[in-house]
């Protein structure tokens, strides 16, 4: 690390101290335009051994925990970097070194799992239903769904999936260390759209990293220092893959396709179900080519969406269609007789009214005579 850059973050760590609460919002929104200093943070996280490493990961969670939205987003784009300078020490099972990066994961999850109340949080997400239209599909492109008894009942009722409430933790052990992460990732994943590119080629990378390491894969992807296997779990990996889809279409789809190749190269080795359909789907969804999308331009996923019209076959012939056929023909003949009919009816009518309109003014000329 270099002087410059170390006095970037010095510079930063006091100046922090001294602001009063008045002009906390004003920093707070300079603060994203600062590359230079988040490009230095970077390189402290990366170095263990660093000396500044404690307390910027101390002002880091002072910032989470102050309540401003701009500095909450400002610590969580470290997030994917963080977790893997954590993954990384453990892996070498040199955890003392890990202490600070440690306690500031466990700061924010714990923050995160309760509301400002200070109630334990529960996250519901409701499972959309196949037979009701949404922004991804139309059910009219699904094919033909059979109303059976039991679709029927079912039909209208949504599902909806409840995560929570989660535990406090007061350390990272082997048995909560993943379940932790996953739910920071969720929070990552979250906010998605506020991230700047640095961190989700940051993410891109470290979901490489994280599947490929103490695999032979890791010699092909050229990847130096860590040389052991890291352990996921299979919601771990299906986070991952959220975030990597994001940045498939938001500039950065090399690394992005580097990243799936890698998780879907992990989940096979592993036997996760999940991480391969999921991973398997996006893989299916993608264009041919990269997307054609400015990296400071709106972040969004683009979806196709189908048009509305029916889709039956024009060509598929049965009784029904046969019948209304045959009704059809017997409604023209009979519809051509009435036609007729009616015209002749109404050229009557009409002659009858021009007749009697005529009638009518004579008889007013010869009243006005008399």
Known sequence: ?????????????????????????????????????????????????????????????????????????????????????????????????????????????????????????????????????????????????????????????????????????????????????????????????????VSLQSLCQICSRISVCGYPRQHVRKYKGVSSRIPVSSGFMVQMLTGIYFAFYNGEWDLAQKALDDIIYRAQLELYPEPLLVANAIKASLPHGPMKSSKEGTRCIQVEITPTSSRISRNAVTSMSIRGHRWKRHGRSKGSRQNRSSSDMESVSCWNLQSRFKYDLSFEKIVFKI
């Open 1 to 197: 690390m270099f002087t410059s850059e170390k006095g970037v973050v010095e510079e930063w760590l006091s100046e922090f101290k001294t602001l009063p609460e008045t002009s906390l919002k004003s920093y707070a929104t300079n603060l994203k335009d600062k590359s230079s200093l988040v490009s230095s943070l970077y390189k402290v996280i990366q170095e263990p051994q660093s000396e500044l490493l404690e307390p910027v990961c101390h002002q880091l969670f002072e910032f989470y925990r102050s309540g401003e939205e701009q500095l909450l987003r400002f610590t969580l784009q470290f997030l994917p970097e963080l977790i893997w300078c954590y993954l990384a020490v453990s892996a070498s099972r040199n955890v003392h070194s890990s202490g600070c990066i440690e306690a500031l994961l466990l700061g924010v999850y714990n923050l995160e799992i309760v509301d400002k109340q200070g109630h334990s949080k529960v996250l519901s997400f409701t499972i959309p239903s196949l037979s009701k239209p949404s922004v991804y599909h139309e059910p009219s492109s699904i094919g033909s769904m059979a109303l059976t008894e039991s679709a029927l009942s079912q039909h209208g009722l949504s599902k909806v999936v409840y995560s929570g409430p989660h535990p406090q933790r007061e350390m990272l052990t082997a048995q909560n260390r993943f379940e932790v992460l996953t739910f920071l990732l969720l929070c990552y994943n979250a906010t998605l759209t506020y991230m700047p590119s």
